[in-house]
């Protein structure tokens, strides 16, 4: 007899949240009802918008007409309960104040998991790592020396990622199921239907062409950790690619180095072939995209839209061999990554000199991080100590119309346990800031006035002007008949045609089943 059936595990792929948590969820729902099969997890890949009051909204980056509470703060106060596990990471519209708070990741609400500035857990026995925040090369290499109150360009820099994040995940070698990804990797969009990509963005063929579209540390990433899937999100649109890992992580380590550094002396993108600084990888993460025994491993990639009617910006799909308890649980070689890095976080512009090498954590490292977590947490599993660190939004006070800029970054106490339970000090303080305890009112301060952003994605469906490649809109992409049915719901209905669109077939995608 053959072993039993595994339970499996379906997860719903949101693109950019942005804060509109009621209408995704009643899409989930409404797709349940249409299948009849239940969704077990939903993974947001950035622009979640983690908003909990006004004061929030004047710490995320973006033109103040862009500024609205959304959803988000029902469930951080209570008001309304997540109907499904959900799981994000940061994008380039935050609140930077509040994630900041949660830098190794925690609870950002009940139920709702912050995946933090970089991190990896376990759901449902499927392995998920990923990277908050957008690629600007001017910042990578720095620390992170933005906080509360921000100005203008700390505002915008607060969610660019850093070098220690990205080395940090370059220690890990054990295979990761699932990757995420606000910004697309370097190079990505070469590898699946280009033609209809620039049908829907023609302003972005000069990128393309000169290969500077992507964030380059992410491709480093995407050669070295060589997961399943890959999601990403932030340019509003549904994208799908096969990529290829022609190399193992070890050969893609050493030319990538070098390749990396080359380019941070040039002041150019590191190209996608290029990969990472990075060791070995072990073979089993050759085969776990469904590639057979001695053909080159696969990368499913899918990027998606933001929460729109008729647009692409939900997909489910199935792990059907994931078999494990449906929460979240602690990854023990990502801990001892954190454990033994904890002294290279920089809260100043001057970076902490980073190893040139990105060594895996040592058998010795993983089996201390098991020993603290059966210690001293009882087990892997995350423990639900979500705590709120800030008023709630209220729409009857009439303290909810204006919100002012936070003076110091908030403890948060979540991270102080979860660095008690590694062991390790709290390194979140600013030089010459209290830290705080709870969360009080923040005192007056100017408002940050938003200034356009050469770099950021609009948020709005306004037609633009193409000659600016740099300040991106969306409004030229097509309603077609992808999925117009969504409509329904976003206008209020949950009927069965509004689900039927959330997973229908791509035209341009690579099948994402393991048949």
């Not at 190794?104 to 009940?110: D, I, L």
């Not at 820099?157 to 990797?185: C, G, K, M, N, T």
């Not at 992410?218 to 899937?229: F, I, K, N």
């Not at 309603?479 to 509004?498: I, K, M, Q, Y």
């Amino acid at each position: 007899m053959g072993d039993p059936p595994k339970r499996g595990l379906r997860i719903a792929i949101e693109g950019c949240g942005h804060g509109e948590l009621d209408k995704i969820y009643e899409t989930m729902a409404a797709l349940e009802r249409r299948d009849g099969r239940k969704i077990d997890l939903l993974i947001c890949c950035g622009d979640f918008q983690a908003v909990r009051n006004m004061d929030d909204l004047e710490c995320m980056a973006c033109p103040p007409k862009y500024r609205h509470i959304a959803t988000f703060w029902k469930y951080y106060s209570g008001r309304a309960k997540a109907p499904y596990p959900t799981l994000f990471i940061g994008g380039n519209h935050e609140a930077a104040n509040h994630l900041w708070e949660l830098y190794y990741g925690g609870w950002a609400a009940p139920d709702i998991f912050f995946l933090g500035y970089a991190g990896v857990v376990r759901f449902g026995g499927v392995r998920i790592g990923g990277l908050s925040g957008i690629y600007k090369e001017p910042h990578y290499a720095l620390g992170h020396y933005e906080h509360p109150p921000y100005n203008p360009g700390s505002l915008r820099s607060a969610y660019h990622i850093r070098e220690l994040e990205v080395h940090r995940l370059l220690r890990l070698r054990q295979p990761l199921d699932v990757f995420l990804s606000h910004d697309w990797p370097q190079g990505i969009a070469r590898h699946g239907d280009l033609d209809r990509l620039l049908q829907r963005k023609s302003f972005l063929r000069r990128e393309i062409v000169d290969n500077s579209l992507g964030s380059p540390p992410a491709a480093q990433l995407l050669d070295a950790l060589q997961p399943s899937y890959w999601f990403s999100a932030h340019l509003h649109t549904k994208f799908a690619a096969l990529y290829v890992h022609h190399k193992p992580g070890n050969q893609v380590a050493r030319q990538g180095q070098k390749a990396q550094q080359q380019a941070r002396e040039q002041q150019q993108p590191t190209p996608v072939a290029a990969g990472p600084p990075q060791g070995q990888q072990q073979q089993a993460q050759q085969q776990q995209s469904g590639q057979q025994q001695g053909q080159p491993a696969a990368t499913r990639f899918l990027s998606l839209d933001k929460c729109l009617p008729g647009r692409s910006f939900l997909q489910v799909i199935d792990f059907p061999e994931a078999d494990g308890p449906l929460e979240f649980s602690y990854d023990p070689e990502w801990l001892a990554v954190l454990r033994a890095t904890h002294g290279l976080l920089s809260l100043q512009r001057r970076p902490a000199p980073l190893p040139q090498e990105a060594p895996v954590p040592s058998a010795a490292e993983v089996a201390e991080v098991e020993r603290l977590l059966a210690e001293r947490n009882g087990g892997t599993a995350v423990p639900r100590n979500f705590a709120p660190t800030a008023p709630a939004y209220d729409p009857a006070s009439p303290q909810a119309r204006m919100g002012r800029m936070p003076q110091r970054a908030e403890r948060n106490p979540q991270t102080l346990a979860f660095l008690e339970l590694l062991g390790l000090p709290y390194n979140l303080d600013y030089s010459g800031q209290a830290g705080g305890g709870a969360a009080s009112a923040a005192a007056a301060a100017a408002l940050v006035q938003g200034a356009p952003n050469p770099e950021e994605i609009e948020l709005d469906d306004e037609a633009a002007g193409e000659e600016d490649t740099d300040f991106v809109e969306d409004g030229d992409e097509p309603e077609g008949a992808v999925d117009p049915a969504l409509a329904a719901v976003l206008a209020g209905g949950t009927g069965a045609g509004a689900a039927a669109a959330a997973s229908a077939g791509n035209p341009e995608e690579i099948a994402l089943d393991e048949e």
